[in-house]
T-cell receptor, first 116, second 117 residues
């Protein structure tokens, strides 16, 4: 089954304790992205990647890191989490085809993170 | 930079009635995509409908249709014959068709739709 998976689905942690949220897709997609969703703010992009070893900042990158060493994986790293990073996080992926072509973006199930 | 605005934080509709959710956007680009996503309580992001800016014809998907007004930069979603399962958060989103960041989605803040039986 074609899908984007995220782990963990739920996480409660404490301030300053490094954590990684994994994202994996099995569709051979080039493009992958992380969003955070907060009440009243919608979804905002954190980082994105257009291919292996190619990453770039989104609108709210502060406090986050990413890496893209393999095409299928795009982990989100919080080196020193703070309470303002409590949020719902989504990973998404799509093909990155010919310029102008439409490629649907597939979303993971979300990770609910609470930082105490 | 592009922006997407949803001015209705919450809306309510009676079952079997029709409801329209509003969305406006701002862009200097001439070619782009617009989307409506549904997020039910399960939190899954579900693509409801897509509109290509170069197409004048409004997109439709069963009970869901859009009113795309390019000059006014308006993109509303009409849900006909509303069902209890339509209750969800709805997000309007924009995506460039060209450019290095063409995959990036820009979302509005969402409209929470309630359906009354």
């Amino acid at each position: 089954e074609a899908q984007v998976t995220q782990n963990p689905r739920y996480l409660i942690t404490v301030t300053g304790k490094k954590l990684t949220v994994t994202c994996s897709q099995n569709m051979n997609h080039e493009y992958m992205s992380w969003y955070r969703q907060d009440p009243g703010l919608g979804l905002r992009q954190i980082y994105y990647s257009m291919n292996v070893e190619v990453t770039d900042k989104g609108d709210v990158p502060e406090g986050y890191k990413v890496s893209r060493k393999e095409k299928r994986n795009f982990p989100l790293i919080l080196e020193s989490p703070s309470p303002n990073q409590t949020s719902l996080y989504f990973c998404a992926s799509s093909l990155f085809g010919l310029m102008g072509s439409y490629n649907e973006q597939f979303f993971g199930p979300g990770t609910r993170l609470t930082v105490l | 930079a592009q922006t997407v605005t949803q001015s209705q934080p919450e809306m309510s509709v009676q079952e079997a009635e029709t409801v329209t959710l509003s969305c406006t956007y701002d862009t200097s680009e001439s070619d782009y995509y617009l989307f409506w996503y549904k997020q039910p309580p399960s939190r899954q992001m579900i693509l409801v409908i897509r509109q290509e800016a170069y197409k004048q014809q409004n997109a439709t998907e069963n009970r869901f249709s859009v009113n795309f007004q390019k000059a006014a930069k308006s993109f509303s979603l009409k849900i006909s014959d509303s069902q209890l399962g339509d209750a969800a958060m709805y997000f309007c989103a924009y995506r460039s068709r060209y450019g290095g960041s063409q995959g990036n989605l820009i979302f509005g803040k969402g409209t929470k739709l309630s359906v009354k039986p």
